[in-house]
């Protein structure tokens, strides 16, 4: 009888939890939260400890089912732990955990994911990858680079395939993938040019259908919880970050990998329907004996205990933080509000103006219903001037080692973009 009554007792806490998430929305945490889950993490690398989630796993779908995972093993079970390391103040918080549980930097690789893909017309920070270098020199650690080639821009104005994706893999090299259809897509791009300075109309109007049957875009992503219209998520982040690691991984077999990323409940409703733990899309344990993990180990943490493992550590954030931004997207994010991109007009103008003339071009514009300049009206720009220092690294993406730990004669104190309720970022 008592056996069945622990049962019971254990049944109803599922249910407890499952209908009454634990965790502190973005947009109700302040400087005055209490910390909860921020605190150090205990050493426990080596001690063949599993590690189990805080809310339990969802099993409401098939899918869902598919790859739910009750706990994750030993961390020193794993060969290699690959990190999806975008520079903002969450991946950076997952890797500071990471090593205050006692990973050693050898068994860490952060993996970053370029969203400009070297194109000449920016979106991203220029500072964001020197910051996302500069952390792995300061920390130690191994970091990888990966893009889809000509970035943001060339998916906006996509005609055909979607270009081929770049990564690094051990060596240092950088790898290429080519989707499919891209060797046609390329064929049928030198066609239609020959048919555009040859006036046949005709022809070009077929070839035009052809490359729009491999893929057609010629519109700014939709301020969307739904990936397939908010592409840019899915195709240079999503996308890119698979092929990464499952390119990195083909030629590994018998091992065991864990990938970590730094997802919040608190961001959104969407991701906090998210799992701590689950399979990876990687796993392949009957063809390939691989198994692969994903760890979400900051997902209960608010914003309060993000910033209370950088402070601890005494990192100093990216620098879009410090002058005024809520969140370290690109730094053209379709969800900034007016008052980030008055920043941008008035730190990066020329950013701001490929905007402002592609929607011309397109006839599309990045708001759902408004002009870049109608959204952004009279808005006051965001930018803190008075640190010139973080303009100027945003600006020309000068950034070192000596920029991401604070001096010990220095007080640490929350940037002017803390506790902005997650402005200028995807939700």
Known sequence: MANSNVQLSFEFLEDILQDQPQFIRDRECNEATPVVYGYKSKRI????????????????TPHMKKIYLEHIDPLESYHKIFVLFSGGKDSVASVLDLLEKGVPQSKIILLHHDIDGGSNKKMDWPATKPYCTAFAAVFGLEIRFSYREEGFWGEVYRLGSKRPVQFQDADGKMKRIEPKSWSRSGELKELLERAEEEGNLETKQTIEDELKSYGYRYRFPAKSPNLQTRYCSSALKIEVSDVAIKKQLDTQENCKILIVSGERRGESNNRAKYNMMELHRAHAPSRKKRFVHHYRNIIDYSEKDVWEVLKRNRVIPHPCYVVGWGRASCACCIFSS???????????????ENIVLAEIDLNFTLDNKLSLNEYVGNAPSCVQHNQQKAIHQLVTGEITPSDIILEDKEKWTYPAGAFRHGIGGPC
């Open 338 to 352: 007016p008052s980030h991109f008055a920043g941008i007009k008035e730190i990066l103008p020329d950013y701001y």
């Open 45 to 60: 690398y080596g001690n063949n400890t599993n590690i189990y989630p805080n809310i339990l796993g969802r099993t409401d």
